[in-house]
């Protein structure tokens, strides 16, 4: 598995099927990128310039909101990964 | 619900409807974007360099105005919610 | 009444009224914004890094000289107001 | 009189008065500005991110040079100041 | 041997043999620069403002995926090393 | 004299004759500034964030090289100074 | 000697003589600045914001490789140096 570094996360997208009035799914390029992940793995956390370590907010499992365009795919093993940082995430769902 | 990270907090924007002088009401790409809101939900702070958090001053049900053009706008269950740090929030009205 | 927070404050612009030589009172665009104004609320103070609180210099009811141009203009309850961040305030006058 | 906050100083500007050859005062738009100044008054010092004050090095009543075109001019009862951070003092004289 | 300072890491670069359709090899300039890599050497750490010294999460031997076009290319006896910081790994693999 | 603030310095600036091959001395513009200087005062050191004041390692009466553009010019009783910040030393000559 | 300031290092740069297939010598222009160079002096370390001198890990006799046009050249006694900060340096060879 990918285990994420200091603040990073990794979130796999939730992308809801669009369809144009006709029924006709639409390819990526004629639709705006998702704004919902879900959380496969999280970092141990941000060190403060005091030396002390933040643990994330973020657990694994939770699905969130975050930032568009925020982060860098990766695909590993066949599957496409966004790895951000926790701030980048603006709120958890549920 | 959705629950913000951090110095984050969530708000629902509150537009007064607006007129032309013959009464006509305007659409949103005419008039500029409101500037107050009402709280829902809160994050739990941000951390400083220290490794301290810090709770934020606004709570949840406060009235606000907030910088405009701030924020990220989201859709969730059909309402339309504004994500803005606290630093975006100039003043409480109350 | 509108709370402002962290290290800002709320102020009322000074405007003394401007005549030309033939004594004709200039519309707002013809002269140079104000740079004076009475403070009407404080917020609580801003939070260092090291998690502390630090009080406002400016008091409410206090006479202030700021930078032209800072700030951002609320209108409420049909007064005109101007938010500023301390940092904005080059004196006190008095 | 006027207070300056934080780290900020009041100085009057110090001209001397500039001749061309031919003995002609030049206008000030002819010359370069000064960079020499009187201190009228001091702020209480700025607040480090450890919450601690540091007080001024420079004192009412010294003589600066000053970085050009540093500042803001206010005109104060029909006297015109700079007001200055102490960061913009170069050196004090004497 | 290279050591790296600080919160630097150094790293081979993993790059899988790629083919087009025909099974024709391609020339590194007509395909995207790897991803992947493999500790070879770690810094100390990097030292906070609060003068301690934070040891890195990544270490010798680790295979990580790094941001693409982070980094100093370094060749040295030969072999080719990529000389990052810590802080452009994303993720660790395994 | 001047009195330096902070972590400023004052220097003479050290300037070597130069010649042409045929030994016309060359105009202060077709050369390149020097970047040698004799330091004269230095101010009491810069505060850190941690309200701690820093000496500066350099003294008046060192010869330093510094970096070229770096610093104000300032011409005092019909001498030519030139004001730095103790960064842009780059180090001590002797 | 020089004596470097805070963090800064003194090299010398190691230059491989370089010759085309032909067994020409490229003069200078014709190929890439070194990266590889040898400490001559170190400084004292620089100071955190904490007040507290943080000691290079680089000492004088070491190998170094460094950014590519990092630094500033300074010829002193005839020899040419380059003077480097040490975040700078990449790694130590050896």
Redesign the interface.
């Known amino acids: 598995?990918?285990?994420?570094?200091?603040d990073?996360i990794?979130i796999e997208q939730i992308q809801s099927e669009e369809k144009t009035a006709s029924g006709i799914v639409l390819p990526d390029s004629a639709q705006e990128k998702p704004?919902e992940g879900k959380v496969v793995?999280v970092g141990?956390g941000r060190?403060?310039?005091?030396?002390?370590k933040?643990a994330l907010?973020?657990k694994e499992g939770d699905s969130i909101?975050f930032?568009?365009y925020a982060g860098?795919e990766?695909k590993?093993e066949g599957t496409d990964y966004l790895?951000l940082r926790?701030?980048d995430?603006?709120?958890?769902?549920?």
């Open positions: 598995m990918l285990k994420p570094l200091g990073r990794i704004q793995a141990t060190v403060t310039e005091n030396g002390e933040v907010e973020v909101i930032s568009k860098t990766v590993y790895i926790e701030s995430v603006l709120a958890i769902i549920g």
